[in-house]
Each structure stands twice: as C-alpha cells, then as structure tokens.
C-alpha cells in the first residue's frame, strides 16, 4: 500500500514539473530544444540592425517610408510578432516578407534561409518569444496552437 502511496505522490511530482517546464516556455513556447545563446547572437548580427538590440523596431514603424515600404516593426510586446502563429513567423524568416505576402508586396524584410539554417533561425525565433512577458507568449502559443491544428 505505501509503494502505491509513493508511485502516485511521485506521479503528481513528475506532472507538477511538466506543467511548470511547460506554462515557464519550455514545452509550451517551444524553447526547450533551442539554443537560446545562439538565437541571441543571430539577431544581435542579422536582425538587430532593423528591429533594434531591444527588440523596438524602427520609429513610426506602421506609417510607410518614402519608398512606399514599412519600416521595421518591433519584436517586443508593443509589436504584432507574437499575433502571428511558428509556421509564418519562420516562413518569413526563411524566405522574406514580400515572398510569403506575395501580390508584389515589397518589403525590405530578406529571408534568411541562404545565410542560416532552419534550426537556427528556430532559435532566433525563441530568443525572441523568450523576451516577451507572459500574457503574450500565452497569445501566440494558443496562435501557433490553432494554426497547427488547422494545417
């Protein structure tokens, strides 16, 4: 009776870990198999340029510029990155807004496939959503949550 005891006291333990692994971003965001470091490092050299070193974005980021494009947007929560499900975040990433808009849409936005790998841009995107309060990675993990489960 006390080893049941002890298997089911030990059975809450081990679910209790797994729902704080998950709510903390490391199930539930998809940042437990990424390279946090990594991600960091990629977007202080490739993104940081255009979406700022604290994730801001570019001033007046929805008005168009004189070229008729869209500045960069920010990263952070005052953004629209988290409103956006895994699938087209990467999309983007990979091959360049225009190229995922399509219809002529410009962009200054390149993708990043020929420069870096699937894997790494996936940690890009990590380090990204781990900068985010808790309210809007919540957002966008129910977003990607729904999107996978219509595609």
């Known amino acids: 009776m006390r080893a049941r005891w002890a298997l089911a006291i030990l059975a809450v333990l081990v679910a209790a870990a797994a729902a704080w692994a998950w709510t903390s971003g490391a199930g539930g965001s998809g940042n437990g198999d990424r390279d946090l470091a990594r991600g960091a490092a990629i977007y202080a050299e490739a993104c940081a340029a255009c979406h700022g070193a604290n994730l801001e974005g570019q001033p007046d980021w929805r008005a168009r510029g004189a070229d008729g494009r869209l500045?960069?947007?920010?990263?952070?929560?005052?953004?629209?990155?988290?409103?956006?499900?895994?699938?087209?975040l990467l999309d983007i990433t990979m091959r360049g807004t225009a190229a995922v808009v399509g219809g002529g849409y410009e962009s200054n936005m390149p993708g990043f496939a020929d420069t870096?790998?699937?894997a790494e841009l996936r940690d890009?995107?990590?380090?990204?959503k781990a900068q985010w309060p808790d309210r809007e990675r919540a957002m966008q993990e129910r977003v990607t949550a729904e999107d996978r489960a219509a595609n």
Request: charged share 15%; aromatic share 12%; no cysteine.
């Open 124 to 128: 890009v995107l990590a380090w990204i």
């Open 116 to 118: 870096y790998s699937e």
């Open 71 to 88: 500045p960069a947007p920010p990263h952070d929560a005052t953004g629209h990155t988290w409103h956006h499900p895994d699938r087209i």
